[in-house]
């Protein structure tokens, strides 16, 4: 036998948990490399990768080494005041050790460390033949999995995910021996429960895909997927459409099947007079269906379903799929009908009695208070505040609709549907009521991390509102969130508010948003005992959604020392903290940046050390060294031409100027002692430096770029 060989392990189950799958192929994968590691196992893992199906979880590695290599040992044992008597005889600390190394004293080696020198014991073994390793291994491997719910079965103790009914463990094309939840290693792994139940011989551990291809299974993941993508963009094609492929729904169709094979389908048209979003819902959350798209990107009457069989004659399935998925459009028209004479204003009138915490009151009172805000923000981002204040009241209408009952993730969709066809909002304009309408679905965007923002103004401002709101009620009620506990989403608020206002480039006064929040929901009981009502800390909530912000720029590649930079100036504005952070980044490429970011640090410590002595302003009689003269002279310069750009925002612009002045601040620190003991003459270099460090520090603390 050569010095490598390939390995594989199969466990084969029961139908393992869908969403589980496929990290626990992950965590058996690199379980079994983390222990042939450890014991300093050779592997060459070349394109592996955990393989999966519904019933196995399986390792199949092309290259490891037949055995660990030698086993160097090094013992330390005790020191030589301790190991030896005034004689240079053995203690009995020395002969203890040396017993339990199996050795003569006379046989230790002696080494130093800081504490002195001591005996110790190095020995060499030979390395362990991999398969015998391997069943504990395997038991290391799997023990260390993490089993959502673990499952007993028999009479036994043990538990893992699903039932173990066979296990196959190769290396190379030797079984070998071992066992895992009394189920003994063999070479037969298992085929399709339905086309292939029977065992497959695996002769060999490389030749494992290629024997259950055979047997009508894919246990390759990405070749299983493959297959079912272009089953069902053909299957699409056939019915004169493309397919819609939710990444999700592609995810857990994939680890339903183990030889997936298109049928297409189709349901009555008239279900299609639905909201799209709630068929499609069905169809792929419910169902694990594919909707097909027609023109233009519209739901058609056709979808695919994936069947685990390659059958001869679809028919029958095909009718079981479009049977099952039936009654539930049925339902989705009903409760469309039943909602649309309802109308948005019964719905709304029922928020009323629906609580929405104990001390911020029910939702119809949060509703009144964001339709209070959005009406103030409107005005500020050009948009008709009456229209804001209309579409906000009706915001949240949709939760008492049985539409959004049955399928909550249709939240916002749902009301969209009906403002566009309510007999109450026919005073609007054609042009007004596209507005309202998408408002109402757009208020809850970003629904989630990779979610785009509201697209038309007045969705931004509902938006907005709905999350000063949120935020503002929620530190108010005290449920700021603690380690992993965050009942009201008040993470996900914030960053939905920042990235609302940032990438909509609204440049509002969030410290005033936050006041106005504040203001409308008031002091609240703080549930200690005779204590007084308190409103919302502005600070706190402001600090809260920074802290925000520094996962967001983190996650696009900005450091944290430029993020620092712009925070500690706290902008009032989200949207010039992020035309600061841009400019701060592209000031730190300059090669001027690392010196005058060094420069303004030493500038600040000086100046703090200095205390409140400074005077305001500097005294050009008192500028005595030719250095100091052109240091201030080239700061009020600077003054001038960067008061412009600052006041526009041209941060950019700003920091290059700036830039500009390190030949006067590095002659100045060479040929200037500020310190000095005539007191006039201190005070007036101080007050220069502090001129040169209130514009420096204009943009951003660019301190925070050196070091």
Same mark, same amino acid.
């Given at each position: 036998?050569?010095?490598?060989?390939?390995?594989?392990?199969?466990?084969?189950?029961?139908?393992?948990?869908?969403?589980?799958?496929?990290?626990?192929?992950?965590?058996?994968?690199?379980g079994v490399i983390d222990a042939l590691g450890k014991r300093g196992v050779a592997v060459e893992r070349g394109e592996a990768k955990p393989l999966y199906s519904p019933r196995r979880l399986a390792v199949m590695?092309?290259?490891?080494?037949?055995?660990?290599?030698?086993?160097?040992?090094?013992?330390?044992?005790?020191?030589?005041?301790?190991?030896?008597?005034?004689?240079?005889?053995?203690?009995r600390a020395l002969q203890g050790f040396a017993a339990k190394a199996g050795v003569e004293w006379t046989a230790l080696e002696r080494t130093t460390d800081n504490k002195g020198e001591r005996f110790v014991h190095r020995s060499v073994k030979p390395g362990v033949a991999t398969r015998a390793l391997l069943p504990e291994i395997l038991r290391e491997a799997v023990a260390a999995m993490p089993i959502p719910k673990p499952m007993r079965w028999g009479d036994h103790d043990h538990a893992f995910a699903r039932p173990l009914h066979w296990?196959?463990?190769?290396?190379?094309?030797?079984?070998?021996?071992?066992?895992?939840?009394?189920?003994?290693?063999? $070479?037969?792994?298992?085929?399709?429960?339905?086309?292939?139940?029977?065992?497959?011989?695996?002769?060999?551990?490389?030749?494992?895909?290629?024997?259950?291809?055979?047997?009508?299974?894919?246990?390759?993941?990405?070749?299983? $997927?493959? +297959?079912?993508?272009?089953?069902?963009?053909?299957?699409?094609?056939?019915?004169?459409?493309?397919? $819609?492929?939710?990444?999700?729904?592609?995810?857990?169709?994939?680890?339903?099947?183990?030889w997936p094979a298109a049928v297409a389908c189709s349901f009555e048209?008239?279900?299609?007079?639905?909201?799209?979003?709630?068929?499609?819902?069905?169809?792929?959350? @419910?169902?694990?269906?594919?909707?097909?798209?027609?023109?233009?990107? +519209?739901?058609?009457?056709?979808?695919?379903?994936? &069947?685990?069989?390659?059958?001869?004659?679809?028919?029958?399935?095909?009718?079981?799929?479009?049977?099952?998925?039936?009654?539930?459009?049925?339902d989705a028209q009903f409760f469309f009908i039943e909602d649309m004479k309802q109308g948005l204003a019964s719905m709304n009138d029922g928020l009323a009695s629906v609580t929405y915490q104990a001390k911020l009151g029910t939702v119809a009172d949060k509703v009144a208070r964001v339709a209070k805000l959005a009406e103030a923000i409107a005005p500020q981002v050009g948009v008709d505040p009456a229209l804001a204040k209309r579409a906000a009241a009706l915001s949240k209408a949709d939760l008492q609709s049985r539409m959004v009952n049955e399928?909550?993730?249709?939240?916002?969709?749902?009301?969209?549907?009906?403002?566009?066809?309510?007999?109450?909002?026919?005073?609007?304009?054609?042009?007004?009521?596209?507005?309202?309408?998408?408002?109402?679905?757009?208020?809850?965007?970003?629904?989630?991390?990779?979610?785009?923002?509201?697209?038309?103004p007045l969705g931004k401002v509902l938006a907005i509102a709905e999350r000063l709101d949120t935020l503002a009620g929620g530190f108010a009620a005290g449920?700021?969130?603690?380690?992993?506990?965050?009942?009201?989403?008040?993470?996900? @608020?914030?960053?939905?508010?920042?990235?609302?206002?940032?990438?909509?480039?609204?440049?509002?006064?969030?410290p005033q948003l936050l006041d106005a929040a504040i203001a409308t929901i008031g002091p609240l009981p703080t549930?200690?005992?005779?204590?007084?009502?308190?409103?919302?800390?502005? &600070?706190?909530?402001?600090?809260?959604?920074?802290? +925000?912000?520094?996962?967001?720029?983190?996650?696009?590649?900005?450091? &944290?020392?430029?993020?620092n930079a712009v925070a500690e100036l706290r902008p009032a504005s989200l949207y010039d903290f992020d $035309?600061?952070?841009?400019?701060?980044?592209?000031?730190?490429?300059?090669?001027?940046a690392e010196a005058l970011a060094a420069a303004n640090k030493r500038i600040n410590n000086i100046l703090r050390k200095a205390g409140d002595d400074v005077p305001d302003a500097v005294d050009p009689a008192l500028l005595k060294e030719p250095a100091e003269a052109a240091l201030a002279e080239a700061v009020e310069a600077v003054y001038a031409e960067t008061g412009h750009a600052l006041a526009h925002g041209d941060y950019v612009d700003a920091l290059a100027h700036l830039a500009r002045l390190r030949p006067q601040v590095d002659a100045f620190f060479d040929q200037v002692m500020v310190n000095v003991e005539d007191a006039p003459l201190r005070n007036n270099r101080l007050a220069l430096l502090r001129r040169l460090s209130e514009r420096l520090g204009s943009v951003a603390a660019i301190e925070h770029l050196s070091g």
């Open positions: 036998m050569s010095d490598t060989t390939s390995l594989l392990i199969e466990l084969g189950t029961e139908e393992l948990p869908v969403k589980a799958l496929p990290g626990l192929a992950q965590a058996l994968f690199d590695l092309p290259s490891v080494a037949i055995e660990q290599p030698e086993q160097a040992s090094e013992v330390l044992g005790p020191y030589l005041n301790i190991a030896l008597d005034a004689d240079g005889q053995p203690t296990l196959v463990l190769l290396l190379g094309e030797e079984v070998v021996e071992g066992e895992l939840f009394d189920i003994r290693a063999d $070479r037969m792994s298992r085929g399709h429960r339905f086309m292939h139940d029977k065992p497959v011989w695996v002769g060999r551990a490389e030749d494992y895909v290629d024997a259950l291809r055979g047997a009508k299974v894919l246990v390759d993941p990405d070749e299983r $997927r493959a +297959r079912i993508v272009e089953e069902v963009e053909a299957a699409a094609k056939q019915a004169g459409g493309s397919a $819609r492929i939710d990444a999700d729904n592609l995810a857990q169709v994939n680890c339903l099947v183990e048209p008239g279900f299609l007079a639905v909201p799209p979003e709630a068929l499609i819902t069905t169809m792929e959350a @419910n169902q694990k269906f594919f909707p097909v798209l027609g023109d233009g990107g +519209r739901l058609s009457e056709h979808f695919i379903g994936i &069947a685990n069989i390659d059958p001869k004659d679809p028919t029958e399935i095909r009718k079981g799929y479009e049977r099952v998925i039936r009654p539930r459009f049925a399928f909550p993730e249709l939240q916002g969709i749902a009301g969209r549907y009906y403002a566009m066809q309510d007999a109450a909002l026919d005073d609007l304009s054609h042009d007004d009521r596209n507005a309202l309408a998408n408002a109402l679905d757009e208020a809850w965007q970003p629904r989630y991390s990779a979610d785009d923002i509201a697209l038309s449920l700021k969130p603690t380690g992993n506990k965050d009942p009201f989403a008040l993470r996900r @608020n914030a960053l939905g508010l920042a990235r609302t206002v940032i990438e909509s480039g609204f440049d509002l006064d969030l549930g200690k005992k005779d204590g007084p009502a308190v409103p919302a800390d502005r &600070a706190e909530v402001h600090d809260f959604i920074l802290d +925000r912000l520094r996962g967001y720029y983190a996650d696009k590649g900005v450091p &944290a020392q430029h993020f $035309r600061r952070v841009d400019a701060i980044g592209t000031f730190a490429a300059l090669p001027e």
